[in-house]
T-cell receptor, first 110, second 117 residues
Framework: KNEVEQSPQNLTAQEGEFITINCSYS?????LHWLQQHPGGGIVSLFM???GKKKHGRLIATINIQEKHSSLHITASHPRDSAVYIC????????????FGTGTSLTVIP | DAGITQSPRHKVTETGTPVTLRCHQT?????MYWYRQDPGHGLRLIHY???????DKGEVSDGYSVSRSKTEDFLLTLESATSSQTSVYFC????????????????FGEGSRLTVL
C-alpha cells in the first residue's frame, strides 16, 4: 500500500506554462513536504507545510488537510525546473517517520 | 544549507565484501535516517536513529546494520554486499521540535552511489 500518491508520474511542458503536481495521502500527518531532485543530484527541501499555502519565487504549495491533498504549482515554468518532485509526509504517532511518493518527473522544453 | 555529508560518494565493490557508508551532520539534529533510492520504488527507509545508540529498522533493513555512537555520525554497514544492494543511498536528518515548536524539516545528504559487482 502507498501512503502517498502523486500524479502525474511524468509531465512534459513548454517553457512558460503553468504546472500543477498533485499529492494525496492516506495517513494522519503533522506536516507535508515537497522535495526536488535534479537528474543525478541530491534532494532538496522546497516546502514544509501543515496548513494553507506557501510561496517561494515561482513555486507555490497548498495543502487541504480535510481532503488530505496537496498541490505544487510552478508558474512561468523554465527548463531549469526540470527535475523530479517528491511529495512526503511526516506521519503522526510514528516517531517522526516519513512516507514518500514515488515522484513526478518534470521536463520543461524550451 | 544543512550541514550533512556522506562518504564515500561513489563506491564499486564485489559481492561478499563488507561496505560502510558514513553520514556526518553538524546540525545536532536528533533524527537520522538511511534511505535507498531505486527506479520505480522511490525512497525506502533502511534504518533510522532517534538518538545516540537508539536505532530501529525500516521497511528494507535485511542485510544492513547501523550504528550511532555520536550525535553527529550515523553509519550504515552492509556486512556482505550483494548485487541487489546496488543503489543510491541517502542519509537524511530531521528535528521534531525546538522549544516546543514543531520544526521537522527534512534535510538530505548528497547521496552515495554503490555498485556491487
Amino acid at each position: 500500500k502507498n501512503e502517498v500518491e502523486q500524479s502525474p508520474q511524468n509531465l512534459t511542458a513548454q517553457e512558460g506554462e503553468f504546472i500543477t503536481i498533485n499529492c494525496s495521502y492516506s495517513v494522519g500527518i503533522s506536516a507535508l513536504h515537497w522535495l526536488q531532485q535534479h537528474p543525478g543530484g541530491g534532494i532538496v527541501s522546497l516546502f514544509m507545510l501543515s496548513s494553507g499555502k506557501k510561496k517561494h519565487g515561482r513555486l507555490i504549495a497548498t495543502i487541504n488537510i480535510q481532503e488530505k491533498h496537496s498541490s505544487l504549482h510552478i508558474t512561468a515554468s523554465h527548463p531549469r525546473d526540470s527535475a523530479v518532485y517528491i511529495c512526503a509526509v511526516t506521519a503522526l504517532n510514528t516517531g517522526n517517520q516519513f512516507y514518500f511518493g514515488t515522484g513526478t518527473s518534470l521536463t520543461v522544453i524550451p | 544549507d544543512a550541514g550533512i555529508t556522506q562518504s564515500p560518494r561513489h563506491k564499486v565493490t564485489e559481492t561478499g565484501t563488507p561496505v560502510t557508508l558514513r553520514c556526518h551532520q553538524t546540525e545536532n539534529h536528533r533524527y537520522m535516517y538511511w534511505y535507498r533510492q531505486d527506479p520505480g520504488h522511490g525512497l525506502r527507509l533502511i534504518h533510522y536513529s532517534y538518538g545516540v545508540k537508539d536505532t530501529d529498522k525500516g521497511e528494507v533493513s535485511d542485510g544492513y546494520s547501523v550504528s550511532r555512537s555520536k550525535t553527529e555520525d550515523f553509519l550504515l554497514t552492509l556486512e556482505s554486499a550483494t548485487s541487489s544492494q546496488t543503489s543510491v543511498y541517502f542519509c537524511a536528518i530531521s528535528e521534531s521540535s525546538v522549544a516546543g515548536q514543531y520544526t521537522g524539516e527534512l534535510f538530505f545528504g548528497e547521496g552515495s552511489r554503490l555498485t556491487v559487482l
